[in-house]
């Protein structure tokens, strides 16, 4: 799979499982954000050109607790019901959830699995991870930014779910060999990344291919699905 999309600094906001433009939504504080983010793109390819650093993501979460709308937006909960319907296996014995951000899908990933951690680099979006799962006392969180944070252990579950394409490329490198090294045999890796314009240093389509590609040495690709909004890729570890 291939973009062949001409990148575009025009924003693009994903809400209610529509796209949405920051002028159509009369420029909340969220659009704002990432309007003065995608500011700082390069010209040239509309792509901000290094990885998005702590502070992209704690001011996108300054003034809205939910500037993704995941916990009630159709595109989140339909993202979300198909993810864990491609999940290979029932039940997992430890998994790792990557940009875990308010928890939504943690709550509804965590009976599956006997120990979740979740990953975020926001303080408070963990606080509120917390709150939403704590009836799961299988689930722990940590402030980690990954790929230079990484949690110790090694997991047979590893969810990635818009988070890549954050990283620039020798990043998404160093996060392949981040993830290469924590599985357990057999792990399965999942990828979902959406596949809207944006201004972040990768699209959904090269952050997943890079991936992919790096990952070759130990994981193969066992299924991948397609909508127009997203694409979801499980991987299935090759050696441990
Ligand atoms: C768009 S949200 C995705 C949330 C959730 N995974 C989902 O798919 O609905 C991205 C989250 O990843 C977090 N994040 C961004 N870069 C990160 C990094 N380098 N390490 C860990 N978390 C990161 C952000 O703070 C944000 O909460």
């Not at 963990?126 to 997991?155: I, K, T, Y």
Request: hydrophobic share 40%; aromatic share 8%; charged share 25%.
């Amino acid at each position: 799979m291939s973009e062949t999309k001409k990148p575009s600094r025009r924003i693009l906001l994903r809400s209610g499982g529509g796209l949405i433009t920051g002028t159509m939504l009369g420029m909340n504080s969220s659009v704002g954000a990432e309007t003065e983010n995608a500011a700082q793109a390069d010209p040239s390819t509309g792509r901000r050109p290094t990885t998005l650093d702590t502070d992209y993501f704690k001011g996108m979460y300054a003034t809205d607790p939910d500037p993704w709308r995941f916990a009630s937006s159709a595109y989140e909960r339909d993202k979300y019901a198909a993810t864990l319907a491609a999940l290979p296996r029932a039940h997992y014995g430890s998994a790792l959830e990557v940009g875990c951000s308010i928890g939504v899908f943690t709550h509804q990933l965590c009976p599956r699995c006997d120990a979740l951690l979740g990953l975020d680099v926001v303080p408070s979006v963990l606080e509120q991870a917390r709150a939403r799962c704590a009836d799961c006392p299988n689930v722990s969180f940590r402030l980690n930014a990954v790929p230079g944070d990484w949690p110790e252990g090694r997991f047979d579950l590893i969810l990635i779910s818009e988070v890549a394409y954050y990283l620039d490329r020798p990043d998404l490198a160093r996060l392949v060999s981040r993830v290469g090294g924590a599985l357990l045999p057999e792990a399965d890796i999942v990828l979902v990344h959406w596949l809207g314009v944006t201004h972040y240093p990768l699209s959904g389509d090269d952050a997943a291919e890079g991936f992919i590609a790096g990952a070759g040495g130990f994981a193969r690709v066992l299924k991948q699905e397609r909508t127009d909004q997203y694409r979801l890729d499980i991987l299935r570890a090759t050696k441990s």
